[in-house]
């Protein structure tokens, strides 16, 4: 984020914290669709993450006095949508097994393959989605959020070392999981 843009956002967190209604508006305008995104991440449910994401930021608005330092925003939010989709995840015991590798592959070479680049977007993407949670959410936060190491273990409440090994195992399995697309593809 370019300096003025950052200035920007600091102001509307020291406004919104007096109560101004349109810092508020501009920042859940800002950064709902991230939040939205990470509670997703967690939940694979689009219907409770438009819920959980309402609860997050009533949780944001109701302890914005505590953010010490404004700068941290964003880390602090995301991390706020990261407890409230576990958080929902715990309550709802929700079941998360996956679909065999198999059974992706076959679903995925029944659909109209049209462009490459269209069936390896979609394949990564069933892929993202066959790794356990934790490694699927650390994943999104280091490529899509552009995250830091320190911001995404300040998220997720985990020391920097884990979340560079779950980095490094998400990886790891996800090569594997791409790698029986190809195998299966050649037969």
């Known amino acids: 984020m370019e300096r003025t843009n950052q200035v920007f956002e600091e102001l ?5 914290r007096n109560g101004d209604a349109q810092a508020i508006n501009l920042l859940v305008k800002r950064w709902n669709g991230r939040i939205r995104n990470q509670v997703y991440r967690h939940t694979q449910n689009a219907e409770v ?16 006095n505590t953010l010490q ?6 880390v602090w939010a995301l991390s706020i949508a990261s407890r409230k989709a576990i958080d929902w995840i715990r309550r709802n015991q929700v079941d998360r097994k996956r679909e065999g590798i198999r059974e992706m592959v076959a679903t995925e070479m029944a659909e109209d393959s049209g462009d490459d680049q269209e069936m390896l977007i979609r ?6 989605k066959s790794l356990p949670e934790d490694q699927r959410v650390i ?4 490529y899509l959020e552009e995250l830091a190491v320190p911001d995404i273990a300040t998220i997720l409440s985990i020391p920097a ?6 980095l490094y ?3 790891e399995n996800l090569k594997q999981i791409i790698k029986a697309y190809e195998k299966r593809e050649e037969h």
Do not use: C, P
């Open 69 to 74: 330092d404004v700068r941290k925003f964003g």
């Open 139 to 142: 994943l999104s936060l280091y």
């Open 169 to 171: 195992y998400a990886r």
């Open 123 to 128: 394949r990564l993407r069933q892929a993202l």
């Open 161 to 166: 070392g884990t979340v560079k090994s779950r």
């Open 49 to 64: 993450s438009g819920d959980i994401s309402q609860e997050v930021w009533i949780a944001i608005f109701k302890s914005i």
């Open 12 to 16: 509307l967190v020291l406004n919104a």
